[in-house]
T-cell receptor, first 115, second 113 residues
Framework: DTGVSQNPRHKITKRGQNVTFRCDPISEHNRLYWYRQTLGQGPEFLTYFQNEAQLEKSRLLSDRFSAERPKGSFSTLEIQRTEQGDSAMYLC?????????????FGPGTRLTVT | DAKTTQPPSMDCAEGRAANLPCNHSTISGNEYVYWYRQIHSQGPQYIIHGLKNNETNEMASLIITEDRKSSTLILPHATLRDTAVYYCIATNAGGTSYGKLTFGQGTILTVHP
């Protein structure tokens, strides 16, 4: 399977703990995106990378959130000092560049539950 | 991005065509219309996009009105596996765009046997 993969699929953590999620994009895609989705809502954009450079961050991405994409391959999203409001599905997507950047391939997501 | 308006839910009988409308009356000349769907417990899936001409691929057809203020996604022979939330997104896909997708609430399509 050469699609986008995300790990873990589920994460349960206690409030105040740090968590890290991983996304492996489609290998030839130079763009990688993170979205967050809460129950009953559409996904919300968090941030995106072109190769290893993080080029845009949403206001939703507070200082407790950090994302990296070393060497322009996989990406990690870390949440420090988790809060109950961080409970959501975290989706990763990848795409080619240019006008193809809107044809995104999504992973299955990581569901985070903060207790 | 132009605001899009979709009905919250629709039903369709299996084997029949599903026609999902989207209103984007404030769309500008360089904004494309994209459709995605999200099957329960999965990530969104790209379906199709268009600017002003009608488009067709192996999944669906996209009909855009001449004034571009609305569009319809057509699933010609809906199956139970097409039950999903369908999102219509209007966005500028040209120039130095970076691919930020702005999802609304979408339309929950339920295909019945």
């Amino acid at each position: 399977d050469t699609g986008v993969s995300q790990n873990p699929r589920h994460k349960i953590t206690k409030r105040g703990q740090n968590v890290t999620f991983r996304c492996d994009p489609i290998s030839e895609h130079n763009r990688l995106y993170w979205y967050r989705q809460t129950l009953g809502q559409g996904p919300e954009f968090l941030t995106y990378f072109q190769n290893e450079a993080q080029l845009e961050k949403s206001r939703l991405l507070s200082d407790r959130f950090s994302a990296e994409r070393p060497k322009g391959s996989f990406s990690t999203l870390e949440i420090q000092r988790t809060e109950q409001g961080d409970s959501a599905m975290y989706l990763c997507a990848s795409s080619l560049g240019g006008v193809r950047s809107y044809e995104q391939y999504f992973g299955p997501g990581t569901r985070l539950t903060v207790t | 991005d132009a605001k899009t308006t979709q009905p919250p839910s629709m039903d369709c009988a299996e084997g029949r065509a599903a026609n999902l409308p989207c209103n984007h009356s404030t769309i500008s000349g360089n904004e494309y219309v994209y459709w995605y769907r999200q099957i329960h417990s999965q990530g969104p899936q790209y379906i199709i996009h268009g600017l002003k001409n009608n488009e067709t691929n192996e999944m669906a057809s996209l009909i855009i009105t001449e004034d571009r203020k609305s569009s319809t996604l057509i699933l010609p022979h809906a199956t139970l596996r097409d039950t999903a939330v369908y999102y219509c997104i209007a966005t500028n896909a040209g120039g130095t765009s970076y691919g930020k997708l702005t999802f609304g609430q979408g339309t929950i399509l339920t295909v019945h046997p």
